[in-house]
């Protein structure tokens, strides 16, 4: 079993920064790729962002240029840089991470997701 605790969600005015961090414990052999999702109210949910164990990043067309993932790999532990945040981006942000257990098997994992608010 694997657990992905998130932080650094809030409120945040539209133009600011945060800094979202999703860490990754437990029967962990490797992760092969993290990410985050995000899902607003009344829409479906949305990949933001993935990076892999090789360290290649794909992004939304929504947030190139100003979002950034980025990972340490010692800690198992991702993260996404937003900056110039708008309105749309508010959302519940979600870690997810595609994990093989020391037993070989693989797993893929969701965070419980942290509220990310940005206001105009």
């Known amino acids: 079993q694997v657990q992905l605790v998130e932080s650094g969600g809030g409120l945040v005015q539209a133009g600011g920064s945060l800094r979202l961090s999703c860490a990754a414990s437990g029967s962990i052999f490797t992760i092969n790729y993290m990410g985050w999702y995000r899902q607003a109210p009344g829409k479906q949910r949305e990949s933001v962002a993935t990076?892999?164990?090789?360290?290649?990043?794909n992004y939304a067309d929504s947030v190139k240029g100003r979002f950034t993932i980025s990972r340490d790999s010692a800690k198992n532990t991702v993260f996404l840089q937003m900056n110039s945040l708008k309105p749309e981006d508010t959302a519940v942000y979600y870690c997810?991470?595609?994990?093989?257990?020391?037993?070989?098997?693989?797993?893929?994992?969701w965070g419980q997701g942290t509220q990310v608010t940005v206001s105009s």
């Open positions: 997810d991470a595609d994990v093989t257990h020391i037993s070989r098997s693989s797993s893929h994992y």
């Open positions: 990076i892999t164990s090789g360290g290649m990043t």
